[in-house]
T-cell receptor, first 110, second 114 residues
């Protein structure tokens, strides 16, 4: 089954404790992206990757890092999380113009 | 830069009634347009998309949308809503050059009353 898998789905952490949200897709897509969803703001792009070893900032990259060492994986790294990064995060991969989304990772930073 | 406006934050309709969710976009070229639905606690599911051709597009779950270039709109419609349609709906425009990203509107939350 074609899918985008994110882990963890839910996480509560404390300020400053580094965390990584993993994302994996099995569709051999070159393009992958991370979004965050906040009430009243819709989904905003954090980072994207056009292919392996090619990443770039989206609209709200501050406080985040990504890496793309292999095509299927695109982890999102929060080196020093802060409460304003409490949000619902979605990973997506793209086939032509259509985005396929993971089920989301709800992160709470205390 | 492209942008999407969904002017209705929250809409309430009765089950069986018709529905129209509004979406206006700003984009310098012919847009690729999408509607996604997000049920509570779920990810985003594609309802329908418009790339070119017939301006009335059919999607899943009985939804349709009409692209009107003159009004820069891509409104979503359903003739008769079901309780299971309660969800949040997002309109999005795809930027075809450079980042090639999808820009989302802020969403419309749909509540269905019996």
């Amino acid at each position: 089954e074609a899918q985008v898998t994110q882990n963890p789905r839910y996480l509560i952490t404390v300020t400053g404790k580094k965390l990584t949200v993993t994302c994996s897709q099995n569709m051999n897509h070159e393009y992958m992206s991370w979004y965050r969803q906040d009430p009243g703001l819709g989904l905003r792009q954090i980072y994207y990757s056009m292919n392996v070893e090619v990443t770039d900032k989206g609209d709200v990259p501050e406080g985040y890092k990504v890496s793309r060492k292999e095509k299927r994986n695109f982890p999102l790294i929060l080196e020093s999380p802060s409460p304003n990064q409490t949000s619902l995060y979605f990973c997506a991969s793209r086939s032509r113009e259509e985005l396929f989304f993971g089920e989301g990772s709800r992160l709470t930073v205390l | 830069a492209q942008s999407v406006t969904q002017p209705d934050i929250h809409i309430t309709v009765s089950e069986g009634a018709s529905l129209e969710l509004r979406c206006n976009y700003s984009y310098g070229a012919t847009p690729y347009l999408f509607w996604y639905v997000q049920s509570p606690g779920q990810g985003l599911q594609l309802l329908l998309k418009y790339f070119s051709g017939d301006t009335l597009v059919q999607g899943i779950k009985g939804f349709e949308a009409e692209f009107k270039r003159s009004q820069s709109s891509f409104n979503l419609r359903k003739p008769s809503v079901h309780w299971s349609d309660a969800a949040e709906y997002f309109c999005a425009v795809f930027r075809r050059f450079g980042n090639e990203k999808l820009t989302f509107g802020t969403g419309t939350r749909l509540t269905i009353i019996p």
